[in-house]
């Protein structure tokens, strides 16, 4: 069975993100076309995904630092949904703040694409873990509530929330945190409501 063009997409990008990281790792410093090929996609198909070497090389670090569903829940299979969306968002959060001045930049290419360019695919890293850290308790939700609580959680656990606490609110960390923990609160008690 064919994946439809969306997942093809993103399953190109990862493949050359992957295999950025991959020659980094065999103490390589590879250019643009070494990764391309690596990838086994042509330069022209690179060049659709990333405006250049340093824009693929920027997020495919950020790939290896963003945690995988499997580092964060392998071992936790509480039941405890505010607990579990916790522990992501510290996670998250931990990852978010190490990391600000690539992720910012990632988050303006893609507000402000080079002239002529369609803005760049971005790689959703947040819903898989989101629905990592909702999958133990999703019978605790009703489907639809499920599905609009996942979809608040993408909103509340990125680059975009931390421009919005830092440069529009000015807050400290320690304040955000706990507006954050108090939005997860919120979101699960109103997900939970009839």
Known sequence: MSRPPGA??????????EAANRLLREGRNPTFEEIAEAAMVSRATA???????DALLREAALDVETPTPETLFAADASDDALGRLKRLDAALWKMILANRAPLRAL??????PAEGTAPPVRQNRR?????????PVKDQFDPERLDLLAKALVLLLGVEAEVVFSDVLRISPAEARRVREWVL???VEAARKD
């Open 8 to 17: 093809r997409r993103l399953r190109t990008r990862k493949d050359l993100m």
């Open 47 to 53: 060049y659709r995904y990333f405006p250049g070497l």
């Open 107 to 112: 988050l303006a290419q893609s507000l402000q």
């Open 127 to 135: 819903s898989p873990l989101v629905a990592a850290a909702l999958e």
């Open 185 to 187: 609160a919120a979101l």
